[in-house]
């Protein structure tokens, strides 16, 4: 069974300033911190549990997802030390590795053990379809950081949440941002990994965009991405399109750049990642990433600099995408449990007449159905300059 037991449990912290007698077990795969359990003689508060599902199956999925986790993991704890909850919360971790059987066998897990209250699905999630039906089933309440399958707003679940905007609306802002371009008005192509959901995504954009002007290339790896600019660069492409991996994106701009191509590349939540300026230099200088993920390295206000000061003295580094996410998700829930919550029927029907939740990264409040309401619904656009990601202002 796919799972990590990752204890979030900062109430110990407090018995170890007060005596308490504490043992370390095996470090966490993932996270690389072990689990803290406490002899503490005092009284044992009560546990409830919070399911965190990812899919690590691909290569680059722990680094993707662990800012997310560690996030979630960190509301928790602070609201713990600083006495918001009457209850302990442990944040496990479930890895379906995208086999629908390991699915099934987490769902079962889950809904069969009445102390888990609610579930955090994590970013980049693909088949949250079956999970949010079964634990719709269940009375699971379900806050998702993943904006894959757009459809899920539509299918009548009552404990779904989206966090984040959906892949549709992620196409729609791509194609608003890229019709904006100067180099819009040239040859536009679209370039995608070898996976058939980049396939499915480079389709969505191509349709967002009223059909690509230009070809579409099939990048199938790092050592593919020669033949692939040469095919971009040879159809006179202005902008591409990018549906993939970071790691052939990478690939992919080093390669244009060095053959003199004067290509924009434009991609999406998978190209927002701190590797890809670092690792492509000045040869990324322009890229345009879109994600609705927030970055608040910039942010003047006193919470979310508190966040990423606490997120940095924990974990030596600033938040990743979707940290911020997953912060809110937490905190959604940490609400809920500090009104005196302590089941998932009671987690649920909080949630449902809580009414809107303003976070660090977005005001959350929820149309029918689950996905964010219209106005909420927010994708950002970031340029590779200097090395970094900076945000940029969306076109009207």
Not at 186 to 201: E, K, M, Q, S
Not at 213 to 219: D, K, M, N, W, Y
């Amino acid at each position: 069974m796919a799972r990590r037991s990752h204890r979030v449990s900062a109430i110990l912290a407090v018995s170890i300033l007060v005596g308490a007698c504490t043992s370390q077990a095996p470090a966490d795969p993932l996270t690389g911190s072990p689990e803290t359990r406490s002899s503490s003689v005092a009284a044992t508060p009560t546990v409830v549990k919070v399911a965190f599902i990812e899919d690590l199956s691909s290569d680059e999925a722990v680094g993707r997802v662990l800012p997310a986790l560690q996030a979630a993991g960190l509301a928790f704890a602070n609201a713990t030390l600083g006495g918001a909850l009457p209850v302990e919360v442990d944040l496990v971790p479930w890895d379906t590795q995208g086999d629908p059987s390991r699915i099934a066998d987490v769902v079962e897990e889950i809904t069969t053990d009445p102390t888990y209250v609610a579930a955090i699905i994590a970013p980049y999630l693909d088949d949250q379809a079956g999970l949010a039906a079964a634990l719709d089933v269940a009375s699971v309440p379900m806050l998702s950081l993943s904006s894959r399958q757009p459809a899920l707003g539509a299918a009548g679940l009552t404990v779904w949440r989206r966090m984040v905007t959906n892949r549709a609306e992620e196409a729609a802002a791509i194609a608003a941002y890229v019709d904006a371009l100067p180099a819009a008005s040239g040859v536009r192509c679209t370039a995608r990994g070898p996976d058939p959901a980049d396939a499915r995504w480079a389709r969505l954009l191509a349709r967002a965009l009223g059909g690509a002007s230009g070809p579409s290339v099939t990048v199938a790896d790092q050592d593919a991405a020669s033949a692939a600019a040469t095919a971009i660069a040879d159809a006179g492409c202005g902008v591409v399109l990018w549906a993939g991996p970071v790691a052939i994106a990478e690939a992919l701009r080093t390669t244009l750049t060095a053959r003199g191509a004067n290509v924009v590349l434009v991609g999406d939540e998978e190209l927002k990642d701190d590797t890809y300026p670092r690792v492509v230099g000045a040869a990324g200088e322009g890229t345009i990433a879109l994600c609705p993920c927030a970055d608040l390295s910039l942010s003047t206000g006193l919470a979310a600099q508190r966040f990423i000061q606490d997120f940095q003295a924990e974990h030596g580094l600033p938040p990743g995408p979707y940290a911020a996410e997953a912060w809110d998700a937490a905190k959604m829930l940490v609400r809920a449990l500090a009104s005196g919550a302590s089941s998932r029927e009671e987690v649920l029907a909080f949630l449902d007449v809580s009414g809107p939740f303003q976070g660090l990264a977005n005001r959350y409040e929820f149309a029918p159905g689950g996905e964010l309401a219209p106005a909420w619904a927010i994708v950002h656009a970031y340029r590779d300059r200097g090395g970094r990601w900076i945000e940029l202002s969306l076109p009207a």
